[in-house]
């Protein structure tokens, strides 16, 4: 079970980054997004949604930062 309510992708809104919680990495810090209340969940649950709400790639579990 994802933390996230089973939600694939968590964006921290302190960086403007989504993450890939399938390919969780250490350094994306999720624990510390969430305990620091900057998480937020799309709908519909995917990349492109968090892309048009503003996102950027999360560098570790996603890559590809277009900034
Ligand atoms: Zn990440």
Request: glycine share 12%; hydrophobic share 25%.
């Amino acid at each position: 079970m994802r933390r996230g309510n089973g939600k694939q992708f968590l964006g921290n809104i302190n960086t403007m980054e989504v993450h890939d919680l399938d390919n969780e990495q250490t350094l994306c810090q999720i624990d510390e997004i969430i305990t620091a209340g900057h998480d937020r969940y799309f709908t519909p649950d995917t990349l492109s949604q968090a892309k048009s709400q503003g996102f950027d790639n999360g560098h570790w579990c996603i890559g590809g930062s277009e900034r």
